[in-house]
């Protein structure tokens, strides 16, 4: 079952890179008394992920800012390691938004957004979307009918639809 608008996020456990090296952190320590965006992606490096998705939110911070989101998070099936240096590469780090991955797909796979694309070698990956996030009840969810397409999902057409 895939998570809706008004559903309230399923807890998982998260991975992100602190000060002292990877560290986990709880879905609910995240979101919870809080008004946050979590933007999920197929994989760091990856085409449409760093080229269009991670920049259209970096572009839209202030925007999103502006309107009472406290924090920004782009999660991925893959390592803290990874997520971290992608951030550096990318400019999310610097922007302020949050990396973290989803290892073992843990909440990708709760939320019912994962895909699997062999030809390509992908596996458990994360649909592409965008969520708003209220004291984590999912208030806005936008999700992409293809990995490849950065439109609804992304910080642009987000910020238009809060």
Same mark, same amino acid.
């Given at each position: 079952m895939t998570i809706s608008e008004g559903?309230?996020?399923? *807890?998982?456990?998260?991975?992100r890179m602190g000060d002292k090296g990877p560290e986990q952190v709880t879905v609910s320590?995240?979101?919870? @008394?809080?008004? %946050?965006?979590?933007?999920?992606?197929? @994989?760091a490096y990856t085409g449409t992920c760093t080229t269009a998705h991670v920049p259209s939110f970096i572009r839209t911070m202030d925007g999103l800012k502006a309107k009472g989101v406290e924090? %920004?998070? /782009?999660v991925? %099936?893959?390592?803290?390691? &990874?997520?971290g240096a992608w951030g550096e590469s990318t400019g999310a780090n610097a922007a302020g938004i949050g990396m973290l991955g989803d290892p073992?797909? *843990?909440?990708?796979?709760?939320?019912?957004?994962?895909?699997?694309?062999?030809? %390509?070698?992908? $596996?458990?990956?994360?649909?592409? $979307?965008?969520?708003?996030? *209220?004291?984590?009840? &999912? +208030?806005?969810?936008? &999700?992409? *009918?293809?990995? @490849? &397409? /950065?439109? +609804?999902?992304?910080?642009?057409?987000?910020?238009?639809?809060?």
């Open positions: 559903d309230s996020l399923p *807890e998982a456990t998260l991975a320590a995240l979101t919870k @008394g809080r008004k %946050v965006v979590i933007f999920g992606l197929p @994989g924090d %920004v998070y /782009c991925s %099936v893959n390592d803290p390691f &990874v997520m073992a797909a *843990e909440l990708t796979k709760a939320m019912g957004l994962d895909f699997t694309a062999p030809p %390509v070698g992908l $596996y458990d990956r994360s649909k592409r $979307y965008a969520m708003l996030v *209220e004291d984590g009840k &999912v +208030v806005k969810l936008q &999700v992409e *009918e293809s990995p @490849g &397409v /950065c439109e +609804v999902s992304a910080g642009e057409a987000l910020l238009a639809a809060i």
